[in-house]
């Protein structure tokens, strides 16, 4: 039999399993992490024994509160998850050269041309996760399959903290209902019931374009070779305030510090952006969104506010209410370019330089003067302030 070429991993209930390892009191409570259980916004993670009472990730906080009122809340403290994501990745890329990056917690590895490590590619599995898990300190489940998406239902069937290596893939699959399929949602997923189709294999014999569609790069085998390409076609920050905001300084000042850990985000990773959009909530819960492409792909700091902020202005021209919420997005990322010679690189250079002392002496160690307004609402750590219920996303 072939060897199976992808392994998923995904950290078990990341935000939640690290609070859990900083204070070993909070194991087996159900422990919500985004903020406090009055506050505004929503869940970013629930531990196992919470999401055993119906709370789970996006779930408004005082909604999590009324489902499970003995929960334990915690803001979160995400620069020291973004360390330790850090530290996840890097401890990957020691076993493959070729390493996607799904988000902060999970990923998919290349481990076909590993197979000579080890005995075997299950045993070369086990070895990669034992790592992980011993360098941030927590449970990783993992997945074996031969291609990405059997790797990542075996991941799934693996969890939690366990290793799965599913055989028989492609039968497992064509069983499937649709709705297990990543990228099939609710919408789609009751489309195909009014045709009468729940299964893969049923779509697969019915509607084979359709199934080709949904399928397309699911189940290629290994990871792409050729030109590096970014894992992650956008990077995106948000938060939600303490209050609803109408005053333009302190709205502007939370675009531009979120522009900054995204232009810092995209230097770490060596991207360049060719899109930039901003999304807001109102007060009424209404959402909008408004982007731009940027005049040639950068990771400067500069030019991202200087078409974001155009964005912000317009979107809040939708209605006459204060905002709960803003958030940024690069787009359009890309590990090369071609620059044309009339485009000044001086703010790359500046984004650039501000970015190595950040590094060195942490990212407050430098803060632009758009963003000290947040100063008088959040407290300030060495990697930057610690927002009420941000958004770590990839």
């Not at 493959?96 to 599995?125: F, K, M, N």
């Not at 959009?277 to 209404?286: A, G, I, T």
């Not at 200087?306 to 939708?318: E, N």
């Amino acid at each position: 039999m072939k060897p199976p070429q992808v392994l998923h991993l995904d950290i078990d209930a990341f935000f939640a399993a690290v609070e859990e390892m900083l204070d070993p009191s909070l194991r087996g409570k159900p422990l919500v992490v985004g903020g406090l259980a009055h506050e505004r916004g929503v869940v970013c993670t629930a531990s196992y024994a919470a999401r055993r009472f119906g709370v789970h990730s996006g779930m408004a906080l005082r909604t999590a509160a009324r489902k499970c009122p003995q929960a334990v809340f915690r803001r979160g403290r995400y620069h020291l998850y973004s360390r330790i994501s850090q530290q996840f990745f890097a401890c990957l890329r020691r076993f493959s050269p070729r390493v996607e990056e799904v988000s902060v917690d999970e990923a998919y590895l290349d481990v076909g041309g590993g197979r000579y490590l080890c005995r075997s590619v299950y045993d070369l599995a086990a070895r990669i996760k034992a790592a992980a898990e011993a360098e941030t300190g927590l449970k990783i489940s993992a997945g074996l399959g031969f291609s990405r998406l059997g790797a990542k239902l075996a991941c799934e069937a693996a969890k939690p903290g366990g290793l799965f290596w599913l055989h028989d893939e492609e039968e497992w699959i064509s069983h499937l209902t649709l709705d297990k399929i990543p990228g099939v949602g609710p919408q789609t997923y009751f489309v195909l019931q009014g045709l009468g189709v729940r299964r893969v294999h049923e779509l697969k014999s019915r509607y084979i374009s359709l199934w080709k569609k949904i399928f397309a790069g699911h189940q290629r085998g290994g990871l792409e070779r050729g030109r590096p390409e970014p894992a992650n076609r956008s990077f995106s920050r948000e938060t939600t305030f303490p209050e609803d905001i109408r005053d333009e300084g302190l709205l502007h000042s939370h675009l531009a510090y979120l522009l900054d850990r995204l232009a810092m985000q995209l230097l770490r990773e060596r991207l360049f952006a060719g899109r930039v959009e901003v999304k807001v909530r109102f007060s009424d819960f209404s959402t909008f969104c408004q982007r731009a492409a940027l005049s040639f792909p950068t990771y400067s700091y500069f030019q991202f506010w200087q078409s974001a902020l155009p964005l912000l202005q317009a979107l809040r021209t939708k209605k006459d209410l204060p905002l709960r919420l803003v958030g940024v997005k690069v787009e359009d990322l890309q590990a090369g370019r071609d620059i044309l010679p009339f485009f000044s690189l001086r703010d790359e250079q500046l984004t650039a330089g501000i970015h190595d002392v950040k590094e060195r002496f942490g990212a407050s160690a430098l803060r632009s003067a758009r963003s000290m307004l947040l100063e008088e609402l959040y407290p300030i750590e060495r990697d930057g302030m610690v927002l009420k219920t941000a958004s770590l996303t990839k």
